[in-house]
């Protein structure tokens, strides 16, 4: 580099056309002689150090250092321009810049571009990139469980006895159960609900034609290949419905024959009027033992009867009679065991042979669509609990937690009703996958849940909303009952609970809990306050016990 004599520093002759040129240039510019010193600065570089840096070293200025940078350019013939660094201006703003060296005729000009923007876009872009991945693997996650509960449900599903058909606005099918593929010629290609029926286009008398909504509450019968069908639309509210299929061949052919014999048409209309009546309490009782106690009068009407008891497996033990039946089925009476659509059995009926032949017969006609109601219920039941509970613990989930909370805040608002809440979360549950496998985890999970349960009232609600969490609603209760369960949980429950993980080798089951309650926390704030108190719980325990997280 050419050696130059150092220009005063107090000044800078604008009337050259070189320091012309320096002043007009937006961008900071240093000239700097072999000895690293700036002999001369533009406007732009003044105003991004806060002073005039003439006379001062440039790695002092600029790297501030005590002597020439190791990687200084000025020692190459060809100077680079890839160097950049970050400095703070005279306000303390961070700049990041990047050095353009060349040389001049006064020495080696220095170019200074601030390309903080250029940086600052490349960090959102990194960060939109890592938010991006982050919500695809969010996303997968979820996908992959909402899956796995799919094929949970589509069991269920499946093991209706009935046929269940979900259709779109436009009669494409969407979803058939087991029933639906089995029942039909083409339950397994049908792409519509007519389709499915044989059919080209929709039927004349498709009670879809005015909407889902209008055609809610209506039935519509068909005929194939010999056997009958009644089918019933369902709205989902969704824009889509489901249709529900049920095998009626036999009512109706017992009808056709009814309808033959003419001596006893009155008898066998009371009779179909009968079950009718029976589907419609079926649909419309709020149990099944009101149920059963207007089908034992229908059928003692038709078969003449004087006594008949009926006994359901899920039901009071004892049986519901009509007359005067003995207590058990005895070899004078005439037995049928209520199987449901499964085959399984589900009650036994037993009655005093009546006035009419074909007591047999009848019984089988009243009490085979019983089985089947008691069976629908019994899955029902299944896909509301599998809803509402958490597959490993079978206490409730998260989101009937949400629904219970709501009616106690419900309860409160309006009847000043208290509720309180315990939270709960498991401690050492990491190590304790870590260390012996999630079998053991799962099975540490399992010991607390159970503890729980049988420690809180018949009232209380117990519910899991985490891996390592759960939550107790105490309805009617104030924060010192909460307090009070949270110490007979410490003191009774859990102390020096354990379970095995290896043969002679046990872990110990540990809680850290939190409690508070509406006498003292607003409705709104309890589930955070009890949140904080049991995270404070939990910090206390590992630093007491020198553990780690």
């Not at 490349?122 to 960060?127: E, I």
């Not at 949400?402 to 315990?422: K, N, S």
Request: glycine share 8%.
């Amino acid at each position: 580099m050419p050696s130059h004599a150092q220009p005063d520093r107090d000044h800078l002759d604008t009337d050259s056309p070189d320091a012309s040129l320096l002043t007009a240039v937006g961008v900071p510019v240093l000239v700097i002689d072999d000895s690293h010193r700036i002999h001369t600065a533009n406007p732009a570089a003044t105003a991004l150090f806060g002073r005039d840096p003439v006379g001062e070293h440039c790695f002092a200025l600029l790297a501030g250092e005590t002597a020439a940078c190791a990687n200084c350019p000025s020692t190459h013939a060809h100077p680079a321009s890839a160097l950049a660094r970050n400095i703070r201006d005279a306000e303390g703003r961070e700049h990041y810049l990047k050095e353009s060296l060349t040389h001049g005729p006064d020495g080696l000009v220095l170019t200074l571009v601030d390309i903080s923007r250029e940086i600052e876009a490349l960090r959102r872009a990194d960060l939109g990139r890592k938010e991006a991945q982050a919500k695809r693997i969010i996303l997968e996650r979820q996908h992959r469980e909402a899956l796995l509960e799919q094929r949970g449900l589509s069991q269920l599903i499946d093991d209706l006895p009935d046929a269940l058909v979900a259709i779109s606005s436009d009669h494409r099918i969407l979803r058939r159960n087991a029933a639906a593929r089995q029942w039909f010629a083409t339950g397994e290609t049908a792409e519509s609900c007519h389709g499915l029926l044989g059919h080209d286009a929709p039927c004349p008398d498709c009670p879809a034609h005015g909407g889902f909504p209008l055609g809610s509450t209506c039935k519509t019968k068909h005929r194939l290949g010999g056997r009958y069908y009644t089918e019933q639309l369902i709205d989902t509210g969704d824009g889509n419905g489901l249709l529900l299929f049920r095998d009626t061949t036999r009512e109706i052919r017992l009808i056709e024959e009814i309808r033959a014999q003419r001596a006893t048409i009155t008898r066998n209309n009371d009779i179909l009027s009968g079950l009718l009546r029976l589907e419609s309490l079926m649909r419309h009782a709020a149990t099944p033992v009101d149920v059963a106690d207007e089908l034992l009068a229908l059928f003692m009407s038709a078969c003449g009867s004087e006594a008949v008891a009926l006994r359901l497996d899920d039901g009071p033990s004892d049986p519901i009679r009509r007359g005067d039946p003995p207590a058990e089925p005895s070899p004078d009476q005439s037995r049928l065991e209520i199987v449901g659509g499964d085959g399984r059995r589900v009650g036994e009926v037993w009655w005093r042979p009546g006035t009419i032949e074909g007591g047999d017969e009848l019984a089988s006609l009243f009490f085979e669509p019983f089985g089947a109601y008691l069976h629908n219920r019994r899955l029902m039941r299944q896909l509301e609990e599998k809803a509402s509970t958490d597959a490993l613990t079978g206490v409730y989930n998260r989101d009937y937690l949400h629904a219970a909370l709501e009616t106690a805040r419900h309860d409160h608002a309006t009847r000043a009703i208290p509720h309180a809440l315990v939270l709960a979360d498991v401690n050492r549950l990491k190590q304790a996958n870590d260390r012996y496998g999630h079998e053991a985890g799962d099975r540490l999970i399992l010991a607390v849940s159970e503890r729980i349960t049988q420690a809180v009232r018949d009232c209380d609600l117990v519910a899991r909303t985490g891996g390592d969490e759960f939550v107790i609603l105490l309805p009617g209760s104030t924060e010192t009952d909460a307090e009070a369960l949270v110490d007979h949980l410490q003191r009774n429950v859990f102390s020096g609970a354990s379970i095995e993980v290896a043969p002679h080798e046990h872990f110990p089951v540990s809680l850290s809990l939190g409690a508070c309650g509406t006498d003292r926390t607003p409705p709104e704030s309890l589930l955070k306050t009890a949140d904080a108190r049991m995270y404070a719980a939990k910090a206390a325990f590992y630093k007491d016990h020198k553990y780690n997280r």
